[in-house]
Each structure stands twice: as C-alpha cells, then as structure tokens.
C-alpha cells in the first residue's frame, strides 16, 4: 500500500514560478517511476512528467525546457519544478506513481492557476 501527499500549487502571475511536491509513504520499494499529470477543466487528464527509478526523465512537449521533474536523495519525493508559467498551464496537477510495474496510485490533485 502506498499514500501519496503533494504540497505546493496557488496562484501565480504568467512567467512566474511554482514548485509542486509529493511525498510517497508505505511500501515505497516497489516504485517504479513518479510524476506528474493534468486536467484542465473540459479536457482529458495528460501527462505533464515523469522520472524513473533509474532517473530516465519524459516530459511532455508543450512544458519542455520550462519545468524540471525530480526526485530526491531518499527517492520517496518527487518535485516538479514550473517555471515560465503560462496560463494555459492552468489546470489540476495530480502527482502519479507506477509501482510494481502495473498498478497505479494518485494524488489528491493541487490546483495550479496562472493568470495573464
């Protein structure tokens, strides 16, 4: 079992920054890969990033060169680091972890809005 906290999101001017933080509890051995997706209101939920165990990153080509997705030294925390926010980057972010190679645990989402 594992339980997954995020922290960070708000309100943030276009070209300013935010950073988003989740922090996995429990059986964390059988990570397989952490990150980020999502939704914005009236669209599907999309892939934003994603890191591996073995710190193979994948990022999304509209966020490219403007977040950086990563993990720390104990690999139980993913943090996604937005900068040069637009506001079509606003929408709910839900942190993701594969584990086990075949299930998935989420998030319980933090609103990102980012005003022109």
């Known amino acids: 079992q594992l339980q997954l906290v995020e922290s960070g999101g708000g309100l943030v001017q276009a070209g300013g920054s935010l950073r988003l933080s989740c922090a996995a509890s429990?059986?964390?051995?059988?990570?397989?890969?952490m990150g980020w997706y999502r939704q914005a209101p009236g669209n599907q939920r999309e892939l934003v990033a994603s890191?591996?165990?073995?710190?193979?990153?994948n990022y999304a080509d509209s966020v490219k060169g403007r977040f950086t997705n990563s993990r720390d030294g104990t690999k139980n925390t993913v943090l996604l680091q937005m900068n040069s926010l637009k506001p079509e980057d606003t929408a709910v972010y839900y942190c993701?972890?594969?584990?086990?190679?075949?299930?998935?645990?989420w998030g319980q989402g933090t609103q990102v809005t980012v005003s022109s």
């Open positions: 993701n972890v594969l584990y086990s190679t075949t299930m998935f645990y």
């Open positions: 429990g059986s964390i051995f059988g990570i397989d890969a």
């Open positions: 890191i591996t165990s073995r710190g193979s990153t």
